[in-house]
């Protein structure tokens, strides 16, 4: 196997090592720039990815990332973020790594060479789902295990990696590629590639979360609110929205068990909350349409 682009040592950090500490910081902070950038190739793959998975959430489908080692945590810090930002259950979006989860603290670097895993791993996606498969280099058996099944499954599949010769590339219904050339420290993926990953699964999560109508304008309307910090946001989301003081806002969200969206219909529309609630039922919790079936103008 030809060596991985991942893999190669940079000219630019060559003697970082005899550097002061800013001059260290700033090499570091000068590659870093570089990673929004070469996303910005991938964008239209990306928007397709997006588009892939919202059409899936809607028929009932899930999202599930797999990955080794850094890959791993990311996919997983990004679907465990889902349900208290948008208010979805613990399971549309899920995360899976290379050895289980005792690896999400500790390293298990073997475990991306385990085929037959990737394939136990993958028994639970359906043909209604989405699968994310992640990796800097695109080439852990473990991977190409988890899109065999996934493949077997009638999963709809994506690849999410650094290296146009990864494999995954090959195995995955829809690639997407950011090379974001050699990093810092040769061969730590943990880095750029990292980096890249963590926008990416951002964008993806996010965007089709937005699609499903889990916004309203740029407004978080499906949070959970179980701390103060949450309850504090939802007061100014409501006042922001249906246009009160923070007051009637906080009164509002206490009738209707500090759900975001009834109180703004009820503000807005000045509807009760059962009728509130029967007019997102009908609309399928999509907050903009509930509002526009009452009033064009809105």
Known sequence: MSEIITEYRNENTKNIDLLSTIDMVRKINEEDKLVALAIEDELPNI??????IAKQFLV???????????????GILDASECPPTFGV???MVTGFIAGGDKAIRNAAEGAEDNYDAG???AQ??????VCVAISASGNPKYLLG?????DKANCRTIALTCNHDAMILEEAGLGICVEVGPEVIAGSSRMKAGSVQKMVLNMLSTGAMIKIGKTYENFMIDLMPTNEKLKDRAIRIVAEIAGVNHSKALQTLLECEWSVKTSIIMLKCNLSREQAEDSLRRNCGVLRRALNSFSSTV
């Open 47 to 52: 928007a397709k990815a997006v588009d892939m």
């Open 60 to 74: 009932g489908g899930k999202l599930y990332y797999y990955g080794a080692g850094t890959s791993g945590r990311i």
């Open 89 to 91: 259950p613990s399971d």
């Open 119 to 121: 394939v136990k791993d």
């Open 124 to 129: 639970c996606l359906t043909d209604k789902d």
């Open 146 to 150: 988890v899109l065999n099944q996934a």
